[in-house]
């Protein structure tokens, strides 16, 4: 079983389009975040939800917006897209008052903006 | 500005050899440190974490890593490698009161030879 699952895994498309990244997590985890992969292999984190509340909000252009229906899922929404939103996005969670506060990882969902 | 410096991208080397992959990091104050791991195909997962107490900090598949405070570094050891041991290595850092924002260094790609 997965624990932390993004779709999809790869996605195509044009500049100025909309378009969505899922993340869903079994592991009864508490808290999820969004980082972005640039091509210089930089992980950066974007956002975090704790509880279904945004706890994390770094410097991320407004066409980015994350929506968590509940605990298990955050979602990626991004508008317009640019040609410098080209990365790989990993969604993760975490237990945030877990001794571990390990982070679990998606596999990743590689964007391509032509 | 804060930041995590990976001094290698690219290592080779030979089974049986030794590793040592250099992390350094810019920040002011207590920070928690960790290595995370990516093997070929799969997601990202923590190798070992460095919160308080003995700085020299044991993870599995026999790695360890030395935190020494005065040279800002955290760098990850192992003594004997295994073709197995091949992955794409990630030094995070994150100042103690800022739980989350988990700062990663560029990635060292590991490759080990038969």
């Known amino acids: 079983d997965t624990a932390v699952s993004q779709t999809p895994k790869y996605l195509v498309t044009q500049m100025g389009n909309d378009k969505s990244i899922k993340c869903e997590q079994n592991?009864?985890?508490?808290?999820m975040y969004w980082y972005k992969q640039d091509s210089k292999k930089f992980l950066k984190i974007m956002f975090s939800y704790n509880n279904k509340e945004l706890i994390i909000n770094e410097t991320v252009p407004n066409r980015f917006s994350p929506k968590s229906p509940d605990k298990a899922h955050l979602n990626l929404h991004i508008n317009s897209l640019e040609l410098g939103d080209s990365a790989v996005y990993f969604c993760a969670s975490s237990q945030k008052r877990a001794t571990n506060e390990k982070l679990f990882f998606g596999s990743g969902t590689q964007l391509s903006v032509l | 500005a804060q930041s995590v410096s990976q001094h290698n991208h690219h290592v080779i080397l030979s089974e049986a050899a030794s590793l040592e992959l250099g992390c350094n990091y810019s920040y002011g104050g207590t920070v928690n440190l960790f290595w995370y791991v990516q093997y070929p195909g799969q997601h990202l997962q923590l190798l070992l974490k460095y919160f308080s107490g003995d700085p020299l900090v044991k993870g599995i598949k026999g790695f360890e890593a030395e935190f020494i405070k005065s040279k800002f570094s955290f760098n990850l050891r192992k003594p004997s490698v295994q073709w197995s041991d091949t992955a794409e290595y990630f030094c995070?850092?994150?100042?103690?009161?800022?739980?989350?924002?988990?700062?990663f260094g560029a990635g060292t790609q590991v490759v080990v030879t038969p």
């Open positions: 592991l009864g985890h508490d808290t």
């Open positions: 995070a850092v994150r100042l103690a009161d800022s739980w989350g924002k988990l700062q």
